[in-house]
Structure formats: C-alpha cells, structure tokens
C-alpha cells in the first residue's frame, strides 16, 4: 500500500493510454497542502519503460503552481498500458513547519517528497470498474456462525461490492440477502448462490448468480435428474481413471446451474476430505479441459495447488477463468480492519449488475486476491494481475475506509419491514462518500 494516498488524492488516477489526459493532485489535509505562489516540480516516470542508465532517466519533468483551490494540474500524455509514478518535489519554502522560527523544525514523512501514481489503460480495460467480490460463503441457516444482515455487513465492511452467500443445499439465505436489501441505498450487489450438492454430499459446486436454486430443482424431480444423469454417463467419453458416475452428475450439476442463468464454479478442488482430496486430481483436470465449470475458485485452504494446475494447464493452451473465494463460515465484526480475511475476487466490469459481474469473469477479465498474505498475493492473467496490484497499493485502501462505516448499518437492517429513515439516510450517506471515492479514482 501507498500510504501517499492518504495525504494526496489523484483524479482521475486512471487514464487513457498514449492520449493526452488532466490529473488533479489534490492535498487532503494542511499537513500536505501547497502554498500559493509557489513552484512544485512534478517528475513523471514510466514504470516499464526499459532504459539502461538509471542516473540519467529522469522522467517528464512539470513545473507548476498551485490553483485557486490549491490543487497540482498536470496534462500530459500516459505511453501505453502501465503504471506512472509521479514525484512531487516542495520549493524550499515550503518545508518548513508553519511554528519554525520557534522550533526550528523541518516537515518530513509523505508530505515532502510525495511519489503518487496514474494507470494509463488500453481501450478494451479503460472505462471498466474494479469491483471486489464474494463467490463462496456461508451463514448459519446452513453450517456457519453469522446471520444473513450481519454476513453482508462484515463483507461490505472489507469493502467488497458484490456477493453470494452459497449455503450448504439451499439459496433461501441468499433470497433473503437480497430481499432484506432491496432497497437499501447502498451500492453493493447482492445474487442469488448456493453450494450444490446432488445427489449427496460428497459434491460440492457453487451456483453464483442464477435465478433458482439447483438443490430445490433436484428435490422436486429427483427421479427425472437420476434417469437423466445415468443417460449422460452413457455418451462420456472420459479417460478411465476418472468416475464416469460421479463425473456425469457434475457435467448436469454445470449445465442446469448455466441453463437457470447462473455460473458454475468448481470448488475447492483440493480441499482435503477424510484425509484425501476431496475431488481426484485426474476428474479435476478433465473438467477443466472439458470446459465444464464457467470459473475456477482458488480457495484459503489450496490456493497454491489450484494456482499451479490452473497455470499448467493455461499454459497448455486453456483458457479458465478464476475467482477467489473465502468459503467463510464466520465473518468477524469486532475485527475493525479485517473483518473478513481471505481469497476475494477482482472483477473487471462496465457496472456491477449481477450479468456484468457474470459475464466478466466468463471473459477471464477477473482475478483471485490471497489476502491472507503480507503483501496480497494476486493469481490471473498478467496483465491484470499488474492492474490489480495498482489497485490494491493505491485504491482499495482508501476506498475500504468509506465503506467500512456502512457495515454497521448494514448488520441492523430488520429482517421483516422497512428500515427506519434514520437508518437508510445514515447509509446513504456513507454510500455516497465511498462512490465519491471510485468516480474521482476512475474518473467515471
């Protein structure tokens, strides 16, 4: 993280690459504020432009002065897809305390030589949110701690924007998550979720955003689905050391999740079960060359095995989207600055509707954060695995202080009725700071 970020804001910190854009540096606080009528010098640097002598590169250099609302304003043009430092240099005068002819005493820390940053985008990323999300968890109306108004709290405590709550056999938690919410002034996005698990427990799948439960589907035709299955085993034409049975209920389990608009993720494929993984690496593989789940999750207890099949195979030539997922049973409302730790999902989307989030993630415009490591450790493509780390050091921290005030407010909507006006006002409230937050960032 940029602790800069505190002291300066950057707008639009995103930009267009290789056009000519206007950034705003604007200070936060007197500590960082620039005197008027003086000149700041603005060194820009590209990060991954290849130069052979470090002595000698010394970027785009800008010399301005403060405007009437004290603001930096530099117009420059952003060359290609990556990060720009920008280093603020203070005139002399301008680094003394304000009391220095009394103490003495000079300013020091991020207020003097601030290095901030700018992402310029290419045009298929630029105009595209980042919205941090939930694919895989759970409450206590199936096997967790947590209420369903306290679980969307503590999540959008963390700053996430959208989720699903996927309880063991039933998406009724989730229903309630989104009727409970419907009308909160609060841009989070709640879908519909569930872990599948048909015909028994021994499968687990995650259904993340459709419009009916695949559980409830299977409990009402469950003669139909069994017929139906035994047929599809049939017609597979699988390698032998993978479980025909087992591998046609998860081939239906995919196909009724997508055919009720949903997306299929594998879960946990390495997730250790009566000492064993839960799933054989050998089905796991065939589903995943055989295309069979829309999403991979990278889960807390076997991110680094399902990272390193996932890069195997991407490197054979497959191309399988990722989402990280904590598969919490617990989140912690007392703890103020994690109050959900784990793998998340980043989505690259126009909006956050439940379809945009969706179709994301089918396009591979998505990665998995491991945030249960110092510094988080992101897994996906290269490109926005590079974006994303911009991201986490520059924005999110920022932005997950706005939305941190709004978790409270959250946990203590009423299950039944209408919220009262105090409640949904102070929401709004707190919601419009953190949207502030995003469009100043990203410029849209």
């Known amino acids: 993280m940029n602790a800069q970020i505190f002291h300066y804001s950057v707008s639009p910190s995103v930009v267009r690459a290789d056009e000519q854009s206007t950034v705003v540096i604007h200070p936060l606080g007197e500590n960082s504020a620039f005197m008027q009528g003086q000149v700041y010098k603005v060194v820009v640097r590209e990060v991954e432009t290849a130069h052979g002598d470090f002595q000698k590169f010394v970027g785009v250099t800008y010399e301005c002065m403060p405007n009437e609302a004290g603001d930096l ?57 980042c919205y941090k999300g939930e694919t895989h968890t759970h409450t206590y109306e199936s096997d967790g701690i947590m209420d369903v108004c306290h679980t969307v709290g503590n999540y959008r405590s963390a700053g996430y924007d959208f989720l699903a709550i996927t309880d063991h056999y039933i998406s009724m938690s989730s229903e309630k998550a989104m009727r409970v919410f419907d009308s909160a002034p609060v841009d989070m996005t709640l879908l519909l979720g569930e872990e599948v698990h048909v015909p028994h427990e021994h499968i687990h799948a995650v259904h993340f955003g459709g419009r009916e439960s695949v559980n409830a589907y299977f409990r009402a035709h469950a003669d139909e689905v069994r017929a139906e299955v035994a047929q599809l085993e049939q017609t597979l034409s699988i390698p032998e050391n993978v479980p025909s049975e087992d591998y046609a209920w998860r081939v239906w389990i995919a196909r009724k999740t997508r055919e009720l608009g949903g997306l299929a993720v594998l879960a946990h494929p390495h997730w250790i079960w009566e000492n064993v993984f839960f799933m054989g690496d050998s089905t796991t593989e065939q589903l995943l060359r055989d295309g069979v789940y829309d999403a991979l999750e990278l889960q807390d207890a076997d991110t680094e095995l399902a990272a390193a099949m996932w890069s195997e195979l ?20 007392y703890e103020v600055n994690a109050p959900v730790r784990g793998c998340y999902t980043l989505v690259f989307a126009p909006d956050r509707s439940g379809d945009s989030i969706m179709s994301a993630i089918r396009a591979e415009r998505s990665v998995c954060v491991d945030n249960k490591r110092t510094p988080a450790f992101i897994h996906g493509p290269y490109r926005l695995v590079k974006y994303a780390r911009f991201l986490l050091d520059h924005y999110f921290p920022v932005y997950m202080r706005e939305c941190r005030g709004q978790g409270p407010v959250l946990s203590e909507y009423p299950v039944e009725g209408e919220a009262p006006e105090a409640l949904q006002t102070l929401l709004a409230t707190l919601n419009r700071r953190s949207e502030t937050v995003a469009h100043s960032f990203f410029g849209y």
């Open 73 to 129: 304003v530099i117009t420059h043009i952003y060359r290609g897809e990556q990060k720009h430092t920008l280093t603020i240099t203070r005139p002399e005068c301008d680094l003394r305390s304000p009391h220095y002819a009394i103490s003495h005493r000079v300013k020091y820390g991020e207020n003097v030589s601030a290095v901030l940053g700018v992402y310029s985008l290419r045009p298929d990323l630029y105009g595209l949110r």
């Open 314 to 333: 991407r490197a054979q030539g497959l191309h399988i989207p990722l989402v990280g997922s904590t598969d919490a049973h617990r989140s912690d409302p």
